[in-house]
T-cell receptor, first 113, second 112 residues
């Protein structure tokens, strides 16, 4: 059972570089989302999607882009990395039924120097 | 006001103690509620869903109060292994249907 697969596990970027964090799930979940976690801040929602072709902004969307061309994949793009984007990123998915819990990937530790 | 707010903590309790956490939410159209546990910044794992009538899973009891817009988690007979960060999660209804928002987490340390 693959579940939610997130890559890479670790990444170091220089300020101004761009990169894409990959997220894929094999559970046919309609809902997918990206969170970032910083010390003392809990998990903050960046972007989410309730189905293929539909995305919406969360609490902290600036500096990030997403797309949902398939049900399985939900990549997160950093357009021009900044030190403030140093964080741990989690991708999560669920069925869209209201009582369905989130399934998480293992996280990506990103450092921007 | 944050959409989901939790007790600030941290909570530091002895083994065997009973401890309770609260979490309030601002969107009255919220659909569903969960408690997650997170260890050492690993990925959060589902502890339990929270049902309208309240529910229990072993030493853990979750309650929902829709009128006052809060959920609670009670841990009885605390174990050392319960030490973790506890996160409440709320699924939105209305125009933001489906969006899941986390509280900032409450740190629990259980000591011998």
């Amino acid at each position: 059972n693959a579940g939610v697969t997130q890559t890479p596990k670790f990444q170091v970027l220089k300020t101004g570089q761009s990169m894409t964090l990959q997220c894929a799930q094999d559970m046919n979940h309609e809902y997918m989302s990206w969170y970032r976690q910083d010390p003392g801040m809990g998990l903050r929602l960046i972007h989410y999607s309730v189905g293929a072709g539909i995305t919406d902004q969360g609490e902290v969307p600036n500096g990030y882009n997403v797309s949902r061309s398939t049900t399985e994949d939900f990549p997160l793009r950093l357009l021009s990395a900044a030190p403030s984007q140093t964080s741990v990123y989690f991708c999560a998915s669920s069925y869209s039924a209201s009582n369905s819990p989130l399934h998480f990937g293992n996280g990506t530790r990103l450092t921007v120097t | 006001r944050k959409e989901v707010e939790q007790d600030p903590g941290p909570f530091n309790v002895p083994e065997g103690a009973t401890v309770a956490f609260n979490c309030t939410y601002s969107n009255s159209a919220s659909q569903s509620f969960f408690w997650y546990r997170q260890d050492c910044r690993k990925e959060p794992k589902l502890l339990m869903s929270v049902y309208s009538s309240g529910n229990e899973d072993g030493r853990f009891t979750a309650q929902l109060n829709r009128a006052s817009q809060y959920i609670s988690l009670l841990i009885r007979d605390s174990k050392l292994s319960d030490s973790a960060t506890y996160l409440c999660v709320v699924r939105a209804g209305g125009t933001s249907y489906g969006k899941l928002t986390f509280g900032q987490g409450t740190i629990l340390t259980v000591h011998p």
